[in-house]
């Protein structure tokens, strides 16, 4: 075979792939999103359950939530002075010592008025997935409210609910952010590698330790 019939042999090789890994892309994310349907609720609609759980964003170098994570908070703090959660469960990253996604989200809680006995934090938060597994495994939760902004939801909901959670999802929107058309192929991905997660691979997480039973007497 001549060398330029083998590249272009090779080129449509190589774009028949690219067009394929694109259609399962958009085939999972479609997926992922119409299993959210009916799943997604403001405040002020969302069903009662014990455990709202909020996952870490990017927190501060001064030690304040970002924008996206202090509206996280804020969504929760409100979902439990409307008595349709009980306790809060705050995961975020902690994997570095100067670095602590979860305390600085209590701070901002118990600064909104919640007490502490009603947090709870979970500091290996690393990703959604390890978020929603070690929520079951380690802290016992059940049923919960999940509060996100809301092209995270359709993945975290999929993700929960494929683990074992009776979840619904919080939107979590208070602000147009600026890094949204970011956010939007990243997530695309991010959806992709959780739907085989959840139905392939089923990892455990980075790290799992011992049960913490404490949210579990949240009724």
Same mark, same amino acid.
């Given at each position: ?10 080129? !449509?090789?190589? %774009?028949?792939? *690219? ?32 455990? %709202?759980?909020?996952?870490? +964003? ?8 970002? +924008? ?5 908070? !804020?969504?929760?703090?409100?979902? @439990? ?18 670095? $602590? ?9 118990? #600064?909104?008025? *919640?007490?502490?006995? $009603? ?6 938060? /690393? ?5 929603? @597994? !070690? %929520?079951?495994?380690? /802290? ?19 993700? %929960? ?40 691979? #089923?990892?455990?997480?980075? @790290? ?12």
């Amino acid at each position: 075979m001549r060398p330029i019939h083998r590249y272009r042999r090779l080129a !449509r090789v190589g %774009a028949a792939s *690219v067009l394929i890994g694109l259609g399962l892309l958009s085939a999972i994310n479609h997926h992922v999103a119409n299993a959210a349907q009916g799943r997604l609720f403001t405040v002020a609609e969302a069903p009662a359950r014990p455990v %709202a759980i909020v996952f870490g +964003a990017r927190a501060m170098a001064n030690g304040e939530p970002s +924008a996206v994570l202090a509206d996280r908070v !804020r969504t929760a703090v409100e979902l @439990y002075r409307a008595g349709k959660v009980q306790k809060l469960l705050l995961t975020g990253d902690n994997s570095r010592r100067k670095y $602590d996604e979860p305390t600085v989200m209590k701070r901002f809680a118990v #600064k909104l008025g *919640v007490p502490e006995r $009603d947090i709870a934090l979970d500091y290996a938060g /690393f990703r959604t997935y390890d978020s929603c @597994y !070690r %929520a079951r495994a380690i /802290f016992g939760v059940k049923s919960a409210l999940l509060v996100t902004q809301q092209y995270h939801l359709p993945r975290a909901l999929y993700t %929960a609910r494929g683990l074992g959670l009776d979840a619904d999802g919080v939107i979590a929107d208070r602000h147009v952010y600026n890094a949204r058309r970011r956010w939007w192929l990243r997530e695309r991905l991010s959806t992709a590698v959780a739907w085989l997660q959840v139905n392939v691979t #089923k990892p455990q997480p980075k @790290y799992l330790g011992q049960p913490e039973p404490r949210l579990v007497e949240a009724r």
